[in-house]
Every structure is written in structure tokens, then in C-alpha cells.
């Protein structure tokens, strides 16, 4: 199947209205290249790439698509849930949890929680956050 590009955030949200839903088969989804800062990288060259598909009026929440490729890199948290959709992972958190992150997993995270990904297989999730 071609890769299906997503409309921009202010596109979307009218269809959305407009239509009263819209659905994309999330693995064809093409993500624009994220900016990762070279501080964060641990281990190998891992890049992010995402598809912002909404966000509220204030900007205080988001939803999307995220993928992560091999690589380790560290983080400081939104509150955030997600569901892993390709791929593997393990996510340590500073003084809490490690959890495995497979296809299928659900996430919680704790705004503020210092992290660490080490990604083993190309990651794609879908997300929604609040700052």
C-alpha cells in the first residue's frame, strides 16, 4: 500500500468537524524527520519522525504518530498515554519502572519523568499528551 499523507493540523480538524471522524491505517502513514537533540543520544543514531494530528486551541494537548528508530536516548516526560503499534522497546524510568514495550502495549507517563528508551526494533506509536 502507498504511504498516505496526513493533512495538516487546521486541514484535519475541519474534515474532522466536517466528517465527524477520519481514520488512517496508522502503518502508512508518512512522518515528517523530528529534530532530536544530540544531548539526548546515548547510544547509537537513533532519528524521530511524528504526524501531529490534532491539537487543542490552547496547545496544551496533542495527538499523533511517533516512531523512534534503533538507538538509545533520554527524555524528560509530558503526561502522555500511547499504544505501541510496531516494534520494541525497553523504557527505564528514573527511579521507577523499566517496562517492555512491544505491539499492543499501553503506556502511561508521568509528567516530568526523567527517561530513558532503548529501542531495539523501529518504534511507531500513536499518542495523546498533555503539558
Known amino acids: 500500500m502507498p504511504e498516505i499523507l496526513v493533512p495538516e493540523t487546521a486541514s484535519l480538524a475541519r474534515m474532522v468537524t466536517a466528517a465527524g471522524a477520519f481514520a488512517v491505517p496508522t502503518g502508512d502513514v508518512r512522518l515528517s524527520p523530528d529534530e532530536l537533540d544530540p544531548a539526548q543520544i546515548l547510544a547509537g543514531s537513533p532519528q524521530t519522525f511524528s504526524a501531529e494530528l490534532w491539537t487543542s486551541p490552547d496547545g496544551s494537548q496533542s495527538r499523533g504518530i511517533w516512531e523512534i528508530t534503533p538507538g538509545t536516548v533520554t527524555d524528560v516526560e509530558r503526561d ?5 503499534l510496531s516494534g520494541r522497546a525497553t523504557l527505564e524510568v528514573e527511579g521507577g519502572a523499566t517496562v517492555e514495550l512491544v505491539p499492543g502495549s499501553v503506556c502511561l507517563l508521568a509528567e516530568g ?8 526494533e523501529t518504534l511507531r506509536k500513536v499518542y495523546h499528551s498533555v503539558s
Open 80 to 84: 502522555e498515554i500511547f499504544v505501541v
Open 113 to 120: 519523568a526523567k527517561t530513558t528508551w532503548i529501542v531495539h
